[in-house]
Structures are given as C-alpha cells and as structure tokens.
T-cell receptor
Framework: GENVEQHPSTLSVQEGDSAVIKCTYSDSASNYFPWYKQELGKRPQLIID?????GEKKDQRIAVTLNKTAKHFSLHITETQPEDSAVYFC????????????FGAGTRLAVHP | GAGVSQTPSNKVTEKGKYVELRCDPISGHTALYWYRQSLGQGPEFLIY????????DSGLPNDRFFAVRPEGSVSTLKIQRTERGDSAVYLC?????????????FGQGTRLTVV
C-alpha cells in the first residue's frame, strides 16, 4: 500500500545551523506534498507545500525540494531558531480526486540556543 | 469560528463504553477528514466526507467505528465498545474543496484514553 518514510526521527541542531528532513513516498501518482509543524499538544499546521510540477519552493527560511523520479522530497530550514523546535511531518497525497494524505512518522527537531 | 473546532479536547472512558467525538469544520469548507494519531506517529487517515456523504471510509479500522455528517457541516465520529487500543488523538481536518492540492486545516484533536 501507500507509504511515506521520513528521516531522521530526531534531529538536534544549534541555533543558526540548518536542518534537513527527508521523505520518500511509494505511489508515483502522488502529486501534492505538504509539510506540517506540530508543537507539543497543538494542532498540525501547514508550513509549506509543493506540487508535482515544481522542483523547489522557498518561503523565507524554509524550502522544500522534490525529486519525482526518485520519489524523494526534503524540507530545509536555514538559520534555525529555538521556536523552530517541534515535530515536523511530511505527507503525500493519495491519488483519488481528493486530499487524502499519507503522513510520515515525524521528525522531532530540537534547536538549542 | 476561525478554525476547526473539536470537542471534547480530552475524553477518558472505560473499556467497552461508547464515545462520540465532534468536529466543527471551518465555515464553507465542503471537505472534511478524520485522522487518528497514535503516540510518536503521524496522522493516519480514517474517513473523508464530501458534503454529507462519506466518500471514502477505507481507513476506519473496523465496524466499531462510524462517522456521520448529516447536514454537511458538523461531523461526529462514533466508537462503539471501545478498546484500550483505540486510545489516540483523533484529528479532524477540513478544506475548502476536496481537490488534492488544497490545504487541509486541522483541529487540535480529541485525546481519547480508554482505561
């Protein structure tokens, strides 16, 4: 069945460093890849997304890249800040005409001052 | 309201009991989704509504789980004969349209604990 693998499961960086989280998906027909940030006890919130007709997208300190051939996509956070500390989830849409998302298991990012 | 609202925020129930979890989507959003998030895992799809009808219930784990959306807005997830393995955070999400690249907005979830 559909599967999204996410690595690493935990990531610890110093403030100001970059953080990279990688995901792979199994269904080559997936065409929408959102990233969600979830702080402890709070709702998942969309931080950036990318569609299959685009290879890269950037929003201030956050960027996402997509390699459809390899079925890989990655989240890049530059100049990390303590408030970036949270669990990050990647997801891939399951084709079917609606927004059914298959999520990765999450990456717990800790940014140390 | 401004966002997706879920009630209750926490629910503790005894094994074997029946529970109902409520979701108020963002006004005007036609698509509504239920997900389940176990500790340390990503959300797992349960069911999708377009309007009043359940267009995809393939993620419901068994027939103890049922969901309705009678007027195309508020949805209720119902769990019969609860088991300890049902303990998780149940998340509801809504989107303006059901299209695949439309942002899904999540509620804060209901944390269900079955003791």
């Amino acid at each position: 069945g559909e599967n999204v693998e996410q690595h690493p499961s935990t990531l610890s960086v110093q403030e100001g460093d970059s953080a990279v989280i990688k995901c792979t998906y199994s269904d080559s027909a997936s065409n929408y890849f959102p990233w969600y940030k979830q702080e402890l006890g709070k709702r998942p919130q969309l931080i950036i997304d990318i569609r299959s007709n685009v290879g890269e997208k950037k929003d201030q300190r956050i960027a996402v890249t997509l390699n459809k051939t390899a079925k890989h996509f990655s989240l890049h956070i530059t100049e990390t800040q303590p408030e970036d500390s949270a669990v990050y989830f990647c997801a891939a849409s399951k084709p079917g005409g609606y927004n059914k998302l298959i999520f990765g298991a999450g990456t717990r990012l800790a940014v140390h001052p | 309201g401004a966002g997706v609202s879920q009630t209750p925020s926490n629910k503790v129930t005894e094994k074997g009991k029946y529970v109902e979890l409520r979701c108020d989507p963002i006004s005007g959003h036609t698509a509504l989704y239920w997900y389940r998030q176990s500790l340390g895992q990503g959300p797992e799809f349960l069911i999708y509504f377009q309007g009043t009808g359940a267009a995809d219930d393939s993620g419901l784990p068994n027939d103890r789980f049922f969901a309705v959306r009678p007027e195309g807005s508020v949805s209720t997830l119902k769990i019969q004969r609860t088991e300890r393995g049902d303990s998780a955070v149940y998340l509801c999400a809504s989107s303006l349209t059901p299209q695949e690249n439309t942002e899904a907005f999540f509620g804060q979830g209901t944390r269900l604990t079955v003791v």
